[in-house]
């Protein structure tokens, strides 16, 4: 009996250790089980049924006609393309804004605090803010922007009104929203760029750009692609901007697949077919991050020889 | 080729000045090592030399020929730096061709597009294929220069990054401790690498180090700094045998030269409770007090039975290994009853050791 005792001890305090990690991962798990799949379930659950707004749960099974519609409809495809061109825009137009300004923010300029404050802003402010100074901005009669244009002799848009500038406005809103977040992070790669490698490309004969694409960009080019992937999703899964600067107008220019499920659901009352487009939607998204990690991985296999 | 000329070079950061009113005429061919403990500003006078950081004030010739307003590479120079400073996403083939790549580099290559086209032609061109391969092969990395840096050891590493600096042929290589990331064999066999390859391509050289080895067996000439000032300059004999001043004579040699508070009597210095030993020249009049400097080599065990000039009590040659000097910090000092003998080689033929003149120098305290 005597060894029976510690020997029952180890086994408990085995059976604890294997326990453990699975306590630790549960509460997480059981929150996204709650808030993640369990309404993801139901949303695909949705996407097969006819269920409305006013009666969510007496939808009938319907199969695939709520895909079989939008898929033959030209309105679907002309909100993925919105979608395409919106993320492209926002993606690269951040992207090129945020690493220029990251990298001028990096030489040593008097001041560089400040501006580096300065430039943090649009990041910071809230969305709804930000965008009820750009609908005055963009205002017809009024607005900046017009006043510009008046004064440049390219005359009055109606930049939130005319269908050929609707989605160039959400994009230029959007860079103006979210390019603070790449040179946040661009700056910091930037910290971590080698001096001396810098000095070697110089005595080599590198002018600046050179310097920059031979020393600086190969050293952050990891950071852009990870910040780049996060731009592609939040850009394509963007509501709050787009919808308050045009709800989706100027016939439809702007109507991404976001807004599209919302509009579907909450003004059509269609919830089945809503549910339909954002499955769709969330399709999207893995596509990106599943070629983003097929990508990633090819180059570390390259990186590797 | 050029002789490099420093006329009174100084660099401020700020108000904190790191180097100050160096001067120095350094003539063509040299291997100048640029000596001294940590932060003395070595680095920086090797940056200023190569043009990457400026001039605070002073002149900087080559040949005669003003070049503080150069870029580094309108100076012809090539720099090896102590952490290699290759370019990681680039092979060993593309980092020792860069150079020659950025010479043939025109400003409108810059429009998206066109280097990359262009760079695979140039790296394709005859004169570029042929003289990697040439320094590749003096360098003996043929066989790695389709791997890329990270894949390579410490040593190859620091190959590669010779063949760099080899494969433009500049006028002046510029070493900032290019051997203080290897370890001590690897060392030796690359400071042998690095005279070859000095006395191969009849360069001026400019290595900076804090190791006193590498600079008394690589160096022709040497500047001793230390706070941004100059210590002393001179070759590595001249800088081991007359130091300039305590520090030198201090920083230089291992042990470190014996400095040992002495006055100056007739005939000699007195050394304090031992007695007067020969001198023959005393460069001050008698009754200063004065530092002796002594290496530890010059200073031989008096065999039993012989005289010894400090007269106090003596011990057998059998206890004699007890080299009796001090262990302490910086300064050494001979104990009391010290049966070492310091003499002038001219006053007598020991059978043990004796100094040679040149060893036993007094400088005012």
Redesign the interface.
């Known amino acids: 009996m005597t060894t029976a005792a510690p020997t029952s001890r180890i086994r408990r305090r085995n059976a604890a250790a294997a326990i453990a990690p699975y306590l630790f991962v549960g509460a997480a798990a059981i929150y996204l089980l709650f808030f993640m799949v369990v309404p993801m379930a139901r949303g695909l659950w949705f996407s097969f049924t006819d269920a409305t707004l006013l009666n969510p749960d007496g939808g009938q099974f319907v199969g695939g006609k709520n895909y079989g519609d939008l898929l033959t409809s030209g309105a679907f495809y002309s909100s993925l393309l919105t979608t395409l061109l919106y993320t492209a825009g926002t993606v690269i137009g951040s992207l090129l804004f945020g690493t220029v300004a990251a990298v001028a923010l990096s030489e040593r300029i008097r001041g560089r605090a400040v501006f580096r404050a300065l430039l943090t802003i649009p990041w910071a402010v809230p969305s709804v803010a930000a965008v009820l100074v750009f609908i005055w901005i963009f205002n017809v009669e009024s607005g900046v922007a017009n006043r510009a244009t008046k004064a440049l002799g390219i005359g009055a848009q109606g930049w939130l009104l005319d269908p050929k500038l609707g989605l160039l406005s959400v994009t230029l809103v959007s860079v103006w929203k979210v390019f603070p977040f790449v040179m946040l992070v661009v700056l910091a790669a930037l910290q971590g760029v080698p001096g001396e490698l810098r000095e070697a490309a110089r005595v080599d004969g590198a002018d600046r750009l050179n310097v920059f694409r031979t020393v600086t960009l190969p050293h952050i080019v990891p950071t852009l692609r990870i910040v780049a992937l996060l731009m592609t999703i939040w850009s394509i899964r963007r509501f709050e901007v787009i919808y308050l600067l045009t709800g989706g107008g100027p016939i439809d220019t702007t109507n991404t697949i976001v807004i599209s499920v919302y509009r579907e659901a909450f003004q059509n009352s269609q919830l089945g077919q809503a549910a339909a487009i954002g499955m769709l939607g969330l399709c999207l998204s893995m596509v990106v991050t599943v070629v983003y990690f097929l990508s990633d991985r090819s180059d570390a296999r390259k990186d590797a020889r | 080729m050029p002789a490099l000329t420093f006329s009174s070079v100084s660099k401020s950061f700020g108000s904190s000045e790191v180097i100050s009113d160096f001067t120095a005429e350094i003539p063509d061919r040299e291997f100048l090592v640029l000596l001294g403990p940590s932060g003395c500003g070595k680095s920086t006078m090797l ?1 200023m030399i ?1 043009g ?1 950081i400026d001039i605070s004030s002073g002149d900087l010739l080559f040949d005669g020929r003003r070049v503080n307003e150069l ?3 309108e100076r012809n ?3 090896v ?3 290699y ?6 092979t060993v083939r593309a980092n020792i061709a ?2 020659l790549l ?2 043939r ?1 025109r ?1 409108w290559q ?1 429009i998206p597009g066109i ?1 990359s086209i262009e760079r695979r032609r140039a790296m394709r061109l005859p004169e570029v294929a042929r003289k990697v391969a040439e320094i590749a092969e003096i360098m003996e990395l043929t066989p790695l220069l389709d ?2 840096p990270k894949t390579l050891s410490g040593g190859q590493r620091q190959r590669v990054a010779l063949a ?1 600096a080899l494969v433009r042929d500049p006028s002046i290589y510029l070493l900032d401790e290019p051997l203080s990331n290897l370890d001590a064999k690897l060392r030796s066999q690359m400071r042998i690498e690095i005279s070859t390859m000095y006395q191969k391509v009849g360069k001026t050289f400019v290595y900076v180090t804090h190791d006193q080895v590498e600079a008394m067996t690589m160096g022709t000439r040497i500047v001793l700094l230390d706070g941004g000032i100059i210590q002393q300059q001179g070759t590595p004999t001249e800088i081991y045998e007359r130091p300039a001043n305590a520090f030198v004579a201090r920083f230089i040699g291992s042990p470190a030269m014996n400095l040992i508070p002495v006055e100056v009597a007739h005939g000699g210095v007195r050394i304090p409770d031992a007695g007067i030993l020969p001198v023959s020249d005393a460069p001050v009049a008698a009754g200063q007090s004065v530092t002796l400097g002594v290496r530890a080599e010059k200073i031989a065990l008096a065999a039993s039975g012989e005289t010894d000039s400090t007269g106090t009590s003596r011990s057998s040659s059998a206890s004699a290994p007890r080299r009796s000097w001090g262990s302490g910090s910086g300064m050494r000092r001979p104990r009391r009853s010290v049966p070492a003998r310091c003499a002038t080689s001219t006053t007598r033929a020991s059978p043990v050791r004796s100094t040679s003149p040149s060893a036993i120098r007094a400088r005012s305290a």
Do not use: K
């Not at chain 2, 400073?85 to 680039?90: I, V």
């Open positions: 940056r190569a990457l870029e580094p590479r120079i090539a720099f730096f102590q952490s400073a290759l370019y990681p996403h680039l860069f150079p950025m010479d580099f400003w810059h280097w791997r890329r760099r």
